[in-house]
């Protein structure tokens, strides 16, 4: 873990505009997304969310506000969330749920 990692309480999965899905468990992993690899430079809470998880990892937001702001610029650039909650079938057995804006 790099020493300026800050991880989440619950890991997101988004399912990328090519159809694969990407988990993000840190606000560093969300920033070195939006940095180096985010499918649009523009909108709001692209802005917002780089702003935030910058922010939380300096300390001067908590970690949950970074995740909801990034989970918002996913939803505004068509990347829905994957839900991923266990049934009650054999072990392993998993549903997915996509959730989108």
């Known amino acids: 873990m790099l020493l300026n990692e800050i991880p ?4 997101l999965t988004v399912r990328l505009s090519n159809g694969l899905e990407r988990t993000f468990t840190s606000v560093y992993e969300a920033v070195d997304f939006l940095e180096n690899e985010w ?3 523009k909108g709001e809470r692209y802005e ?9 990892l300096n300390r001067m937001t908590p970690a949950a506000v970074a995740r909801e702001a990034f989970i918002a610029a996913c939803l505004e650039a068509g990347m829905p969330l994957v839900m991923v909650t266990p049934r009650h079938e054999p072990r392993g057995a998993e549903a997915k ?3 989108s804006a």
Do not use: E, F, G
């Open 8 to 11: 989440w309480t619950i890991p």
């Open 97 to 99: 749920t996509v959730l």
């Open 39 to 41: 499918p649009l430079r």
């Open 48 to 56: 917002r969310a780089l702003r935030t998880c910058l922010r939380a």
